[in-house]
């Protein structure tokens, strides 16, 4: 099932959009089936299973951590992901260029979001992301890659095209007013739900769970 739905997502993603397997809650099996049929980025979303499986899967999966991070989580993390796409607070960025200065690394890391109606979403409000990426200066260990969104949680496309729309423009804004950010060039929106309509919007990358290894495993 696995090697099938990967082969249907890869004929149907333009050549410029990564895809990135959302293996959250999915065993060490799933992963590798995965990996077998060329998969190599990987999203996962709690701290301890991400480190558990970085460490003991293949060294040339490229993990992404996707969800939300707390401060002292951040040695479970950091010293494996190739992206952090949850940045969701100031606080959490000094934190991660802190690690970073101390274990000299530089963390990629994209700035998460919150345009949709969902109270309950993680993310910084559009004037927020403004007022950080003037600051790109005070955070020498973290490099600004792009934004990450989620449309709300609903089954309305007009709603979710709208979302869409606004952090496209949101991310365009960003390019624009700062092109000294030469690698701020991601956009990670889309998922098993409403991946087709991201990229109508211009996305650079899709995090897709179910639609490659089913419904999660708890």
């Known amino acids: 099932m696995i090697a099938y739905n990967l082969e249907k997502l890869r ?29 190599r980025a990987f999203g996962e979303n709690r701290p301890q299973e991400f480190a ?3 460490v003991q899967l293949p060294f040339d999966i490229e993990w992404h951590f996707i969800g939300h991070l707390q401060t002292n989580k951040l040695k479970l993390v950091l010293p494996y992901a190739s ?23 530089t ?12 109270e309950t979403k993680q993310g910084f409000t559009p004037s927020e992301i403004a007022a950080v990426l003037m600051m790109t200066g005070d955070f020498p260990f973290v490099r600004f890659r792009g934004l990450m ?9 007009e709603a979710i095209r709208g979302d869409f729309a606004r952090i496209k ?13 030469a690698d701020f060039d991601q ?9 087709r309509i991201a990229l109508d ?8 769970g179910t639609a490659i290894f089913g419904n999660r495993e708890y």
Not at 109 to 117: C, D, K, P, R
Not at 201 to 208: A, L, Q
Request: charge should be negative.
């Open 187 to 195: 956009l990670s929106i889309g998922m098993s739900d409403d991946w």
């Open 11 to 39: 004929k149907e993603l333009p050549s410029g959009v990564k895809l990135v397997a959302v293996s959250k809650f999915h065993p060490f099996e799933a992963i590798l089936e995965a990996y077998g049929e060329g998969q």
């Open 201 to 208: 919007y211009g996305c650079t990358e899709v995090r897709i």
């Open 83 to 105: 992206l952090v796409e949850s940045i969701d607070t100031l606080h959490l960025l000094e934190a991660v260029n802190a690690w970073g200065e101390k274990n000299s690394k």
């Open 107 to 118: 963390i990629s890391v994209l700035l998460e979001v919150h345009i949709g109606a969902e």
């Open 169 to 181: 423009a949101l991310y365009d804004e960003c390019r624009a007013a700062h092109p000294e950010l």
């Open 149 to 157: 969104g989620m449309a709300s949680h609903t089954d309305d496309e």
């Open 52 to 54: 558990s499986k970085a």
